[in-house]
Each structure stands twice: as C-alpha cells, then as structure tokens.
C-alpha cells in the first residue's frame, strides 16, 4: 500500500484530502509565547484575525522529527510504502525533519522522503498526481520520474499586496532588503531553484495580474499546463485569476485554492498566484 504524507505548505483543494488519502503534518505557527497548529488549533480566519488584534506577524517553522515519526508509525505497516513530499528545502527545515524520521524507522518502515523544490499548490498537485499513477498501476519509480519531471518544470509566479508580512518573514530571499524602498510597488515574486526571489515590479494591481501572465507564456506559450489560481484571504482576486488564465492559456486542468496559514505568514493577504506545470504525456 502507498501512503501520501505532505506538510502544511501544501494547498489544495479541501476534498482532496479524502478524495486522494493524503495525510498532512501541521506546521508550527507561533505568536509570542503561544505556538499553534496550522488545521488543527488554529484556522485561516484564525490566523488573520490574531494577526489583525495584535499587530504581529507570527513566525512558522518546520514540524519536528517526532511529528513525522509519529505519523508514519500510525500509517504504516511492513510492506507498505509511504512517500513523504514536502517543501523545498531551500526555504524550510520540513524536508530535513522527514528524513531524519525516516532514517529512524529504517528497517521498520519503507518512507520515501521527496523534496519538491516547491512549495503551495505545486506540493499538492504532486501529491494528487502521486495518487492517480498509483491508482492506474504506476509503480514507485515511475511515480518519481513523474514528481521529478514537475519539480523541473513548474512555475510559481505571485504578486503580493502587502509588504508588511513579507518585510518580516525573511523567507524571500534576495528582494527583501529592497523592499523599504517599494511601498508604492507591486512585488512580481517567483520560484527559482527552490528560492523565492522577486523578478519585476510594477505600479499597479492590475499591470501586476498582466506581468503574472506574461511570464508564464513567455516559459510556456500553448503548451497543454495544469494550472492552480491561488490567493490569501482574497477569493474574488483568485477566481479573477483564475478566469484570465483559463482565457490565456492551453490548459487541461484549472483548480483554485487558498494559501495555506504557513504560506501566507509569509506572503500576506492578498496575495496572488498561478502555478503551472506541462501537463506532459
């Protein structure tokens, strides 16, 4: 049997949880003294509102090795294979968490830890892609050739509307010392080799959504995509999204979703996105 373990930097549509059997490991958000789980003490609306009450912006880390530990010894059995995909290394301890737990139960246990490079709805569609080849006869391998092949060529473009949360978070790598200087901007962000840097900037929302455009067509053009629309705490401006770009591109299958509490503590609301990857053979 295989079993689907992600963490909470995953996004995706709520079903698919069930829909796919994928088991999710919170991450840690802390405000202050008082540390939550995301999904389990603390929602979305949650978060936003202590965020809203106290004027801070809290911190997430990586869940702890036990946490993995924990959960692969509930899920498995000898015999079973559990893959583990998680965030990109580049930006969270996560990965490292998992293979330390999997080195752990070596002997005990087949765990299969995968490092997406990625991260948000990229994660979670590779985990619903790890399902779909098992459940038409896919073996391990082939299941990793295909996570290695989307790892490879997707993209994450964003643009954020506030610059508070991304100012604080230190998790965006080389356009963050800039960023006292771009109050009046829109930060155009994307994932290069597992790091989020920032590519553009320009003055307006609106020529935001069209640079977003742009540059996936400029990767892509009218190659066949899987595409995820994805937004903080600001659904009209997803699905605004999502309508472009089912209007823009060749795509063959178009999901939207909300960012998950550990992705947008460091992003912000309002932030929005495409994710895209080649829907291949």
């Not at 003490?41 to 009450?53: A, G, P, T, W």
């Not at 998992?98 to 246990?109: F, S």
């Amino acid at each position: 049997m295989l079993h689907i373990v992600t963490d909470g930097a995953a996004d995706m549509p709520p079903e698919w949880q069930e829909q796919y059997g994928i088991h999710i490991v919170p991450i840690p958000i802390r405000f202050g003294e008082q540390t939550y789980l995301q999904g389990v003490d603390i929602s979305n609306e949650d978060f936003y509102r202590l965020v809203d009450e106290n004027g801070q912006v809290p911190k997430t880390s990586q869940p702890a090795p036990f946490q993995f530990k924990e959960l692969y010894e509930r899920i498995g059995r000898a015999g079973d294979t559990i893959l583990s995909l998680h965030v990109t290394s580049r930006l969270s301890g996560t990965f490292d968490s998992a293979a330390t737990a999997a080195r752990e139960l070596a002997g005990k246990l087949r765990v299969v830890p995968f490092d997406s490079g990625a991260g948000s709805a990229a994660l979670g569609m590779m985990c619903r892609e790890a399902r779909l080849l098992e459940r038409a006869g896919a073996g391990l391998e082939k299941i990793l050739e295909r996570l290695e092949f989307i790892r490879r060529n997707v993209s994450i473009v964003l643009t954020l509307d506030n610059l508070y949360y991304a100012r604080l978070s230190g998790r965006v790598g080389a356009f963050q010392a800039a960023l006292a200087s771009l109050l009046n901007v829109k930060p155009i962000i994307v994932l290069r080799e597992g790091l989020l840097e920032m590519a553009d900037r320009v003055r307006t929302r609106s020529r935001a959504i069209d640079r977003l455009l742009e540059l996936l067509n400029q990767r892509f053009g009218r190659q066949p995509l899987h595409v995820a629309a994805v937004h903080a705490r600001d659904p009209r401006a997803g699905a605004a999204l999502a309508e472009r770009a089912a209007n823009f591109f060749n795509i063959r299958e178009l999901i939207l979703t909300e960012l998950s509490v550990a992705v947008a503590a460091n992003l912000g609301p309002g932030t929005v996105g495409l994710v895209a990857y080649p829907a291949g053979e």
